[in-house]
């Protein structure tokens, strides 16, 4: 079981990051996810184990997924949290710029030719 984890794990890792640099092409929003995202997760975690006052590690949170999210309103986008929650509710959403197709993989290619 986990010889089969640990094959899926490459594959896993270049979907997301195929998906992510096609999701973050505009300089602006990739500056402020370079800023939002540490400040999300790592400073907060930071924040917490020094038993700093309690919004210290809010403020760091919610600032930093701030900064995300307008990247991403700059991108034109919505943002990977928005279109998980619009799949799941049947809404409508993009997950990628206007008038930037995503660059397809070849398995996808395929994959998606044997549905039609």
């Known amino acids: 079981m986990i010889g089969r984890f640990l ?5 896993m890792l270049s979907r997301f990051l195929t998906n992510y640099i096609q999701r973050h092409t505009h300089p602006l929003n990739q500056l402020l996810h370079l800023v939002g995202v540490p400040l999300t997760f790592v400073v907060t975690i930071v924040l917490i184990n020094r038993e700093t006052p309690w919004w210290w590690p809010v403020a760091s949170f919610f600032g930093g997924y701030l900064l995300q999210f307008i990247g991403h309103a700059i991108e034109g986008n919505d943002a990977g949290e928005v279109v998980l929650v619009k799949k799941w509710l049947g809404r409508s959403f993009r997950e990628f710029a ?3 197709d995503p660059v397809r993989q070849p398995s996808e290619a395929s994959e998606n030719e044997s549905e039609a």
Do not use: E, F, L
């Open 98 to 100: 206007p008038g930037r």
């Open 7 to 11: 094959a899926w794990c490459p594959v």
